[in-house]
């Protein structure tokens, strides 16, 4: 049996950010994650050379690399960051204290003691940057300038460059001058990440693929109607004429600038968020596209069920998942692999929170047993094993910047003798598709369908705002007395407001700081299009069209509980808690794979914070799975309630503080239904006013397999005596 096929596949992607109207570029992420993200996926390859995968580069971030590299490009953040901090102006300070502290605290903040100082000294929740703009001197404002620059450069650059590593040894004082060095190392960074995935597509290390020129969700573009083959009867805009003309162009220049940039048409595409449909499929072939990947949930829906996964979340016919398909048209046979969405969320959602060698090895391990489960099936030929996601956006959530994961994983797979690391196309010429799809599912990888992106009324609203602009650019071009120049510009403003990403950030699905800002430029590229056509834009572009659909990642206790800690889930004793429902917090991942733990209720009474665990079936039943739950306080600080021996009659609880136990444990807990715990605020020592803040780790042989919520924490405050009487006149 030859060894199994391990496609590990990253998709590197930024929306497109600046403004070439007014040349404006409100945001840094295509710079940070150039410097930190796309230069070090690819450093980490250079150091196993027998290691193999596929990269995805979307149109639209490599136009951006190059904007910065070849066209002196630039975003408001790099030049608010070259500012002498002694000249800053006012509101140069307050965008320093508002934006500058953008990374995640524990893995980007926490470890440099200079840059956590400043984060303190901020106080966030508790001033405005106005406030706090008293306590901050000149020195620290360039301190605070250099850090937000220096925490987003990979380790791998550091480990490399001793200059570089003496810089960051520094720690706090840096001159003007050292500051103009470390942001001009930014943009040699930037310099080098394109020729670097062209010498390893050159070297056959790397398969290089491409996505749809500015991301768009292309069977949307092609025929609104088709969200309703997920979801029967979801409202739709008021305009849905199709676009398909717009979908074949975005595809074809996506085509274009890869054969142009790295000298060979792309084999691959990755459809934008995975999204697929019959309609699209004749157009990828037209295009020279020989095989596309998405999600394994859109090849159980092709199926009616055939291929797909039981209610324990174990995958039917293995065999059939792990393997490629294909789809026929007029025009050809397009050959699509199925990523293995469990595998995908270990990496982006779970391993961050354990020892690198063990969670390289789990993962090993696993793709080793999906070997052995398809073996007696597959008649000689060897799994494919897809595990496909973002190359950016979960790293800042490793300790390391998932330095160590990454080197243990890609080692490991190089050296393991049942596992051989492949590119996609590799495998698909050796072991071509076989089984037929009679006809594609119309979704995406996100629950197979598309109702992030038109599911809300502001994406609605948006479509149909992009509607009227496209018509209003249509007639333009009919009417033929445009200059050619500035319909070409105008068609490139459309393109860009057809990507996936402002719809994204629309309706509750995700939020973030900046959604107002995403709102705003979106507008702006569809006020472009008037503007370069000598028009004034329609007024109604000027609102927002967020309309406070956003959604908190909690809520909070609206009244005293009185709970009887017997595991049931009585209605009424947790009817005025705070709730938080398990799902995806991340304002630029997603989740897909289901978790244990489906909600957290959370209160007081007196003397008593009250927490409930539900899980996906009874508690008792469900928590024996895992050896420990941790209920982690990030408020008080170092404090820790660890509950264990759910394989037992009677599971015990311990709160630690620090290196020392409590005296007593907290008080009882009870589990049946669910699991509920009664935590004495004075064990927490914390009082009326107190902040308070937690998550929720479920441990099984001694890793992480679980942490609620998966970004943030649920955050509370110790309510005063007379709470329910306030509230009630609330």
Partial sequence: MPPISLALFWHQ??????????????????????????????????????????????PSLLDQIQRYTDRGGSDRHLD???????????????????????????????????????????????????????????????????????????????????????????????????KQWLLDQHLAILRRIIPLHKELSASGQVELTTTPYYHPILPLLWDK????????????????????????????????????????????????????????????????????????????????GFVGRDGQGHVRRPEMLYRPWHVDTVGGALQIVFRDHGLSDLIGFHYQRNEAAAAANDMLGRV??????????????????????????????????????????????????????????????EYPATDRISRLFAGSWISHNFAIWIGHAEDRAAWDALHEARTFLLEREAQGDAPPDALQKARRELQIAEGSDWYWWFGDDHSSAQDGLFDQLFRRHLENIYTLLGEPAPPQLLRPIAQGEHRA??????????????????????????????????????????????????????????IRIDTDGPAKAKLAEVDQLLLRFVEPAETLV???????????????????????????????EVLEVAL???????????????????????????????????????????????????
């Fill in 80 to 178: 608010v960051s070259r500012r002498p901090a002694d000249s800053l102006s006012d509101a140069d300070v307050q965008f320093l204290l508002n934006n500058f502290f953008m990374a995640n605290v524990d893995s980007m903040i926490r470890p440099y003691p200079r840059y956590m100082d400043l984060y303190v000294k901020r106080r966030f929740g508790a001033e405005t940057a106005e406030q706090a703009a008293r306590r901050f001197s000149t020195d620290d404002l360039r301190d605070l300038q250099v850090w937000f620059n220096l925490t987003w450069i990979h380790p791998l650059l550091f480990e490399q460059d001793a200059e570089l590593r003496a810089f960051l040894d520094k720690g706090r004082s840096w001159t003007e001058n050292e």
């Fill in 13 to 58: 992607h930024q929306p497109y950010y600046p403004d070439d109207v007014s040349g404006e570029n409100l945001f840094p992420w295509v710079r940070l994650h150039g410097t930190k993200d796309y230069i070090g996926m690819a450093l980490h390859l250079k150091e196993v050379p027998e290691f193999r995968c596929t990269i995805n580069l979307v």
């Fill in 553 to 610: 990642l909690h809520s909070q206790p609206r009244g005293l509980l009185d709970v009887k800690l017997d595991g049931r889930a009585t209605y009424f004793e947790w009817l005025n808690a705070g709730r938080y429902e398990a799902g995806s917090e991340r304002g630029t991942m997603t989740r897909v794979s289901q978790g244990l733990i489906t909600l957290l209720a959370f209160g007081f009474n007196a003397e008593t914070l009250f």
């Fill in 225 to 304: 109607r088709s969200a309703r083959e997920a979801m029967p009867g979801c409202p739709l805009p008021r305009f849905i004429d199709p676009y398909p003309d717009d979908a074949i162009a975005q595809v074809r220049q996506a085509v274009e600038f890869h054969t142009r940039l790295f000298g060979a048409p792309p084999d691959g595409m990755w459809p934008s968020e995975g999204s697929v449909s019959q309609d699209i499929v004749e157009s990828l072939c037209a295009a020279g596209i020989r095989w596309i990947a998405t999600d394994e949930e859109i090849l159980s829906h092709s199926t009616d």
């Fill in 642 to 672: 660890t509950i264990s021996g759910f394989d037992t009659s009677a599971p015990t609880a311990m709160l630690k503080r620090g290196s020392k136990r409590a005296s007593r444990p907290p008080t009882a807990i009870g589990i049946d």
């Fill in 368 to 429: 080793a047993s999906i070997g052995r489960a398809v073996e007696p099936h597959n008649a000689g030929r060897p799994a494919l094993v897809p595990i496909i996601l973002d190359g950016e956006n979960c790293w800042e959530y490793y300790p390391d910047g998932g330095v160590s994961f990454l080197r243990q994983l890609y080692r490991g797979a190089a050296s393991h003798p049942g596992i051989r690391p492949v590119r996609m196309s590799d495998h698909l010429r």
């Fill in 680 to 730: 004495p605020l004075a064990d927490l020592r914390v009082t009326t006013g107190s902040p308070i803040s937690f998550v929720v780790d479920l441990i099984a042989k001694r890793q992480s397999i679980e942490r609620v919520p998966s970004e943030g924490e649920i955050m509370l405050t110790v309510p005063p005596p007379d709470f329910e009487a306030i509230m009630w006149q609330a």
